[in-house]
């Protein structure tokens, strides 16, 4: 293309919103490097870098930030503005789920914490809705589906667990997932829940009667991950943890068995930039196995071992000191100064300016991290007793976040170099943390039905 007609391209691709901007470059290679060379897209208004970790403590308590410095200057996690409800800063805000920079909060709502848009979700309109507090089925299953750089539009989907009520002789009979999987799917679209059935390839999990502990799991089964047009669910089995892999192309789904060997429901399913990973708690302190979903040309589906990790080490080395890393926990000052002031694309660009200035890079080349080659594998016998957790993984980079619950202590754990950075101290004020996802701040500013 001559220079005559790429200026011409230009001039009309400037004109496109962000989000057509960046579905053209996928028309063909001129248009593409159009748009590049040109710097013509604003990738720094989408979810593309991780610069914090967002999370609740005991799930009644507003979400908390941990972050790069220049983040907690600008974005709050306190959801005072949900209904213009005050009480929401101290009593409440759930996260459910987690993607792309926006959370869904408790089961009803849809939030972005740096622009401070919300909407909210249609009652569910299944039978058990009602008595969703004690029934069980519907505790922990929803699932938030988002991309902004292909829609404005999100998902919700809500993944219905085994009914308690059903007679012992059927529940023994009757294999579970179900060979045709009803589920309810909310779409900003619409602005209402439907049905959506999708069918099993392969064999059940089990029956009915082998899914019972699922109503009494720990919090931490239900992480989802989402990876190249399928939604990862935990499934819990008394005989061993799944995975359902939702195909959304083809309303289809099956069932994937878990690596075996780690302490119950102590794991947890996310993506990073290879894929859909599982972190395994293996003796429910610090010690750690890595897995990734491979599937082979065939179809054949299994977990290959990426790392093992003990982070015994990790608490003997680095101090438990505030201040001491280059993430802090955003101060309650910070939190609520931040809500006095609107939000738009000035401030946007302030804090993406603010960003691009400090020194926090994710370069795996860093000289502060610390190969963990040379550390034991396991934990040494009458050792204190820190309990580490999986807070996440980074979507872009081979990366994940863990934390020592002990000494509030974070690291992130290169999964390709297998060093560490300690990156600081997180509190949580002696209270376990109850959920946590590696947070993409989003700054596109159109939320559907946003209040």
């Known amino acids: 293309m001559d220079m005559e007609h790429t200026d011409l391209l230009e001039d009309i691709l400037r004109g496109l919103p962000q989000r057509a901007l960046a579905i053209s470059r996928s028309v063909c290679k001129a248009w593409r490097a159009t748009v590049d060379h040109r710097r013509l897209l604003r990738a720094d208004l989408l979810p593309l870098s991780v610069d914090a ?25 306190r959801v005072d503005y949900l209904d213009n409800r005050p009480d929401y800063a101290e009593v409440t805000g759930e996260i459910a789920d987690y993607y792309n920079g926006l959370l869904l909060i408790e089961t009803d709502k849809v939030a972005n914490p740096a622009t401070r848009q919300w909407a909210s979700l249609p009652p569910l309109p299944c039978a058990c809705f009602r008595r969703e507090a004690t029934c069980g089925r519907c505790y922990s299953n929803r699932y938030l589906i988002y991309d902004p750089t292909v829609s404005p539009h999100y998902e919700v989907f809500y993944v219905p667990r085994v009914p308690r009520d059903v007679p012992a002789d059927v529940a023994c009979s009757t294999e579970w997932p179900p060979l045709l999987y009803v589920m309810h799917v909310f779409s900003s679209v619409t602005n209402c829940w439907r049905e959506r059935s999708f069918r099993r390839e392969g064999d059940a999990a089990g029956t009915m009667a082998d899914m019972n502990s699922d109503f009494n799991s720990d919090g931490k089964l239900y992480y989802s991950a989402h990876w190249q047009g399928s939604l990862y669910v935990p499934l819990r089995h008394d005989k061993g943890d799944f995975v359902m892999r939702i195909k959304l192309w083809n309303d289809n789904y099956q069932v994937i068995e878990l690596p075996k060997g780690g ?26 196995k890595i897995w990734l ?43 609520e100064s931040l809500l006095e002031e609107d939000v738009n694309l000035e ?12 020194d926090f890079e994710w370069d795996s080349d860093d000289e502060n991290l610390v190969t963990t080659v040379d550390w034991p594998k396991k934990g040494s016998p009458g050792a204190p007793a820190h309990l580490f957790w999986c807070l996440g993984f980074h979507p872009y980079k081979e990366i994940a976040l863990f934390h020592d619950d002990y000494r509030s202590a974070t690291f992130a754990y290169y999964l390709n170099s297998s060093k560490v950075r300690y990156l600081g101290i997180m509190e949580h004020d002696y209270s376990d943390v109850a959920i946590s996802f590696a947070y993409t701040p989003c700054w596109t500013m159109d939320l559907p039905g946003r209040k």
């Open 263 to 288: 302490r119950g429901s102590l794991f947890r399913l996310g993506k990073s930039k290879k894929g859909v990973y599982c972190v395994q708690d293996i003796d429910g302190r610090c010690t750690f």
């Open 293 to 335: 979903l491979s599937e082979s040309h065939a179809g054949a589906i299994h977990w290959v071992l990426n790392n093992e990790i003990c982070f015994e080490t990790a608490w003997r080395t680095y101090p438990c000191k505030h201040d001491s890393g280059p993430w802090i926990s955003q101060s309650l000052r910070q939190k």
């Open 347 to 358: 401030v946007a660009n302030k804090y993406n300016d603010a960003i691009s200035k400090d």
């Open 53 to 77: 970790v967002i999370y609740n403590i005991d799930k009644i308590d507003a979400p908390k930030l941990f972050a790069r410095r220049s983040t907690t200057r600008y974005i709050t996690s």
